[in-house]
């Protein structure tokens, strides 16, 4: 067999007469850019998340930018986060002319371990940044535990868990506003690049939204200095019917991750899994083994893609190295060096779930 590691064409396959019927309305609307599509998925987000406002944008990398940007963070300020995710998470910190500061990770979670925050906490910090690595959210009631005790923000990275809840709440309705992304790979992914911002504040929203669209408030007055991150209709329009079915998704990642976890508990493998409160949503389904590539090899031999996220801490790439602080980041680096992610969306037949599972154990047994 040959089974892909992500298949994005095949989620449109159950909704595609009504994204092909949405698609040629918005090409006959001449309104293409945040019109009536962008505002109803913005509604449609706020409801499902439990927030009061949603701000659509252009990217999941704009969505950090522009929430760090709207609290006020810049030059001088700090911002903890993990060295244990993409660099989008890293870069927005810089956008706004801010530190970030590494925390290490918890080995069998991926996300940051909230025991190390307090820290790395100095006079300069002014935010939290956590991130919900692989569709697993982080331990948010010690981090807002924390950042209550010390008057910080805190932006949720949801990039990977559109969906993940803790304690009953969807990430991105926990902390002053989460940052998601609808690349289409992700767990509510569109046809190319978006993004949205959740958001507690209304005002908060409303200077996102300004800041979206270059600044622009009441009367066309430019009140600050503002970016081009307007998402447009084309993608609100793919992602409103792939919201409605975001659950069922999702539902699917943890059978799959489920069928998984029973095939590899036997081989020594490290597979993941939920805390107490939390709910998984699997964006990426991810274990640790030892001779992490030659399996990886074997794997592609038959006809198994297979990804490896991360296997470079991002305290070791070279710019990052120049710009970050950070003191022990063991768990991180030993991390990276036996990681690797098997195929885990929605779309995958019984039959491809259990090739990748039997393959998967006999290599590890």
């Not at 986060?81 to 870069?91: D, G, I, N, R």
């Not at 805190?154 to 559109?162: H, L, N, P, R, Y």
Request: proline share 5%.
């Amino acid at each position: 067999m040959k089974i892909p590691y992500f298949a994005p064409a095949r989620s449109l396959e159950p909704i595609a007469a009504e994204v092909n019927a949405r698609l040629l309305e918005v090409a006959h609307s001449g309104a293409y850019i945040l019109g009536r599509n962008v505002a109803a998925l913005e509604a449609q987000a706020a409801g499902y998340l439990g927030t009061p406002e949603t701000v659509a944008l252009n990217s999941g990398t704009d969505a950090l930018h522009l929430a760090l940007a709207a609290l006020g963070i810049g030059p001088g300020d700090e911002v903890v986060t993990s060295p244990y995710t993409f660099a989008a998470t890293v870069e927005a910190i810089e956008y706004v002319g801010a530190t970030p500061v590494l925390v290490d990770i918890e080995a069998h979670t991926f996300n940051i371990d909230a025991g190390l925050i307090e820290a790395a906490i100095t006079g300069s910090t002014r935010a939290i940044l956590p991130v919900h690595m692989f569709g697993l959210p982080a331990d948010m009631p010690a981090i807002m535990a924390i950042a209550d005790e010390h008057g910080l923000r805190v932006v949720e990275d949801c990039a990977q868990s559109f969906g993940a809840a803790v304690g009953g709440r969807k990430v991105g309705a926990i902390g002053d506003c989460g940052a998601h992304s609808f690349y289409p790979t992700k767990t509510l992914g569109g046809i190319g690049d978006g993004g949205l911002v959740s958001v507690r504040d209304p005002d908060l929203a409303r200077r996102m939204r300004m800041l979206r669209n270059h600044g622009i408030g009441d009367g066309g007055e430019h009140s600050y200095l503002g970016f081009n991150s307007r998402l447009d209709e084309i993608q609100a329009a793919v992602l409103i019917p792939k919201l409605a079915r975001i659950d069922t998704s999702n539902d699917r990642r943890r059978e799959i991750a489920a069928r998984y976890n029973e095939a590899l508990s036997a081989t020594g493998a490290a597979v993941p899994g939920a805390p107490g409160g939390a709910r998984h949503v699997y964006g990426y389904y991810t274990i640790c083994i030892e001779n992490r590539d030659e399996v990886r090899a074997k794997l592609g031999e038959a006809g198994i893609a297979t990804a490896v996220y991360y296997a470079k801490p991002l305290h070791r790439h070279e710019h990052f190295s120049k710009t970050c602080r950070w003191t022990s980041l063991d768990v991180a680096e030993a991390l990276g060096k036996r990681v690797i992610s098997l195929p885990v969306f929605p779309e995958m037949t019984d039959e491809e779930v259990d090739y990748v599972a039997s393959t998967t154990a006999s290599l590890l047994a």
